[in-house]
């Protein structure tokens, strides 16, 4: 779908109420069901979650407002979660990157350091102690 079309259709939806978006909605995918040769891209998890959500609301005939507001929400919920992935993402990225050709290794212990025969390390001798 070009742009164009995209702004239309979007300049077309803002003017309804969400009671007849929804109504588009339901007709969409009602098409999309029996025409589309191909399904458009899966959604993550969170956004199956919303959906699924936001069905079930409409099915118990929940108001067009308070389905809008816990959209709103889980949609800035949503967000945050984005969010923290990218973060935790880029921490992860940072450190594997920092470590690159890196090998963290133990020094090999002296026969100084480790009592004969136990592989024990000796307590250092404590002060005022003979």
Sequence with gaps: MNE????????????????????????????????????????????????????????????????????????????VMGGLAAAGKAVVDQVAGGNEGQRLETPPASSETRLPGTGAVPLPPQAGSA
Excluded: N
Excluded at 15 to 20: A, K, N, T, W
Excluded at 43 to 68: C, Y
């Design 4 to 79: 164009f079309l995209k702004k239309r259709i979007d300049r077309k939806l803002e003017v309804l109420p969400d009671e007849r978006v929804y109504q588009i909605l339901d007709y969409i995918e009602f098409l999309e069901s029996k025409y589309a040769a191909k399904t458009s891209g899966e959604p993550g998890p969170f956004q199956k979650l919303a959906e699924t959500v936001e069905d079930t609301m409409r099915a118990g005939r929940l108001s067009a407002g308070a389905i809008r507001g816990t959209m709103d929400a889980m949609s800035a919920a949503g967000r």
